[in-house]
């Protein structure tokens, strides 16, 4: 009796197991879709693309990409039929930077920025063709610029995107522009991109960058970027204020601004100029 009852019930735990391994294998195939889009360095992608990179299949890609739809990871253009990160995603990627050190390390000097200049002190960091900031500090005036954490922006637009993309290699300079039209987002964003590389030059040799108005109306900035050990820009740092209240080109403050950015980048390693 008792060796019947282990033959029939030993199937059901092998059909078990073989569906849990295909669960979490799955699961894994999600994850790397997902991930993908981290690493790519695109903005964007479409299924060709990501079945191309993981080896998978199109029908898996997907099905992966729908499950991701519903829960709001990935987004999708139904114009252009490609995929991009969704809120959720921006979501989970802000709650993992509110606990990475390099907000740890910046947040001290912004808030001695901030102090210093009255004005609104910020952090960003790059998302592949795009950046976004991820802490502030605010002074108390009446009047005073509140930035948007998390929401990505264009590398070519305002001091601290062009803090980023000035301090790319030239051949990734050039690839941006390949992929990019220079969107006119006010009257005053540099949309040539003659003017845009001479103004990427002038970044470089001044060692940090300036807007008016670019970006955003009424608003103005300065801002520099944070090198790790191997000379990277992995993040920048801006004050900003209203037009009219706030001088970026004060040489006092660019020095103020880039001892700052030298501090954090010392602790990341880095020993440059």
Sequence with gaps: MTSRTSAATAPAVAEDGDGQSRSIAAVERAMDVLLYFGRSGRPDLGVTEIATALGLTKAAVHRILTALRSRELIIVDPSTRRYALGHAAVTLGRAYLARTDLRAMAGPELRALAAETGETAT?????????????????EHELRLDVNIGIPYPLHAGSSSKAFLAFVAEDELDAYLERHRLDELTDRTITD?????????????????????????????IAAPVFDHDGHVVAV???AGPVGRFKPDSPDLAKSLLKATSRISAQLGYHGA
């Design 193 to 221: 991109p003659v003017k845009l590389r001479k103004e990427m030059a002038a970044i470089r040799k001044r060692g940090y960058a300036t807007s008016r108005g670019e970006r955003q109306p009424g608003a103005t900035s």
């Design 237 to 239: 740092v801006s004050v």
């Design 123 to 139: 952090l960003s960091l790059r998302r592949g063709d795009t950046r976004l900031y991820v802490d502030q500090v605010v002074p």
